[in-house]
């Protein structure tokens, strides 16, 4: 059992969970994840390793509650524990050892984006982060990404920050001071956003792909992403990627398979469910 020893609300619907995970704490990597079952029947859900401390022996998970799993997930109070949690998983994120590194967070993404920043202020290396959300109470992390290095804030609707989309301030960072590689986490409309900005450029562009995920061994094919012409498994062979070489039109496809599922199992966590589904067709 994985005790729940702090929790945090960083935005409406973004909770930060800092758990005892002893094992994982001391040999994750910056872009790893683990797989976390709340109880025996729960859905099993990936999320990204934010933060890690060893002598504590605990790691820190953001969750967006959006459906069932992730509500239960974030109503954990401190005391509390989460039964099963495997990992780190995936391959730790790949680092530059000099240069400037423009990292770019989309709301909830921002979370992922935090340890690949700190591993590269680590080496030595020049960060810049540009991060968003929607409006003020959707920025994350801010604080925390503004001990690594330079950051710049956006807000859709230009209630805190800079008003736009992140890809604005990327646009214009990219032109005025250049960058040697960019890492970016978000919705997929962002990431294909960034790498469409970045590839005439030709500054490497590595993305964190959220795929559906059900056992995390590559085993059950649920998180093919193709990348250039090759079938990858996120879980196994990434979650990262080159963006220039991501299909993102499957990506979003695949997202949205079970979809009318994950928001019925959510209306049927509400109250009683009376109205069943077909199956979903194969992706
Ligand atoms: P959101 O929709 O509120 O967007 C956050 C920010 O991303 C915006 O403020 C904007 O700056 C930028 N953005 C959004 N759409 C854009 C576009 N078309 N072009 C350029 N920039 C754009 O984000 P949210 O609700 O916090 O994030 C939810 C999404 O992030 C979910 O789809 C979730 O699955 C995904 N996610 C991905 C990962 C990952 O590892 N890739 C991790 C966590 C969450
Ligand atoms: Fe099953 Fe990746 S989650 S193959």
């Given at each position: 059992m994985h005790r729940v020893v702090h929790r945090r609300q960083l935005s409406p619907n973004v909770t930060l969970l800092e758990v005892e995970a002893a094992r994982i704490a001391q040999i994750r990597r910056p872009g790893q994840f683990v797989i976390v079952r709340l109880g025996g029947n729960a859905e099993r859900i990936p999320l990204t390793i934010a933060d890690a401390h060893p002598a504590a022996g605990t790691i820190t998970l953001v969750i967006q509650a959006?459906?069932?799993?992730t509500r239960e997930l974030v109503a954990l109070q401190p005391g509390q524990a989460i039964q099963d949690i495997a990992g780190p998983l995936g391959h730790p994120t790949e680092q530059i050892d000099a240069g400037h590194a423009v990292c770019v967070?989309?709301?909830?993404?921002?979370?992922?984006?935090?340890?690949?920043?700190?591993?590269?202020?680590?080496?030595?290396?020049?960060?810049?982060?540009?991060?968003g959300g929607r409006s003020r109470e959707w920025v994350i992390f801010e604080p925390?990404?503004?001990?690594?290095?330079?950051?710049?804030?956006?807000?859709?609707?230009?209630?805190?920050?800079r008003k736009g989309f992140v890809t604005?301030?990327?646009?214009?960072?990219?032109?005025?001071?250049?960058?040697?590689?960019?890492?970016?986490?978000?919705?997929?409309?962002?990431m294909r956003a960034v790498a469409n900005l970045t590839r005439p450029l030709q500054v490497r562009t590595i993305v964190s792909l959220n795929p559906v995920m059900v056992?995390?061994?590559?085993?059950?094919?649920?998180?093919?992403?193709?990348?250039?012409?090759?079938?990858?498994?996120?879980?196994?062979?990434?979650?990262?990627f080159d963006g220039h070489l991501v299909d993102f039109d499957e990506l979003m496809d695949r997202l949205g398979t079970y979809r009318e599922f994950e928001q019925r199992a959510a209306q049927c966590a509400d109250g009683p469910c009376r109205i069943g589904l077909a199956a979903?067709?194969?992706a």
């Amino acid at each position: 059992m994985h005790r729940v020893v702090h929790r945090r609300q960083l935005s409406p619907n973004v909770t930060l969970l800092e758990v005892e995970a002893a094992r994982i704490a001391q040999i994750r990597r910056p872009g790893q994840f683990v797989i976390v079952r709340l109880g025996g029947n729960a859905e099993r859900i990936p999320l990204t390793i934010a933060d890690a401390h060893p002598a504590a022996g605990t790691i820190t998970l953001v969750i967006q509650a959006v459906g069932k799993s992730t509500r239960e997930l974030v109503a954990l109070q401190p005391g509390q524990a989460i039964q099963d949690i495997a990992g780190p998983l995936g391959h730790p994120t790949e680092q530059i050892d000099a240069g400037h590194a423009v990292c770019v967070g989309g709301g909830v993404g921002t979370a992922v984006v935090h340890p690949i920043a700190q591993g590269l202020h680590r080496k030595g290396v020049n960060v810049t982060s540009i991060i968003g959300g929607r409006s003020r109470e959707w920025v994350i992390f801010e604080p925390e990404l503004r001990a690594l290095g330079d950051v710049i804030v956006c807000t859709d609707d230009g209630s805190y920050g800079r008003k736009g989309f992140v890809t604005d301030a990327l646009k214009d960072l990219l032109t005025t001071v250049g960058a040697d590689i960019v890492y970016a986490v978000g919705p997929v409309p962002m990431m294909r956003a960034v790498a469409n900005l970045t590839r005439p450029l030709q500054v490497r562009t590595i993305v964190s792909l959220n795929p559906v995920m059900v056992d995390g061994t590559g085993m059950c094919g649920g998180c093919r992403v193709s990348v250039g012409a090759e079938t990858r498994f996120a879980c196994v062979d990434g979650p990262e990627f080159d963006g220039h070489l991501v299909d993102f039109d499957e990506l979003m496809d695949r997202l949205g398979t079970y979809r009318e599922f994950e928001q019925r199992a959510a209306q049927c966590a509400d109250g009683p469910c009376r109205i069943g589904l077909a199956a979903p067709t194969a992706a």
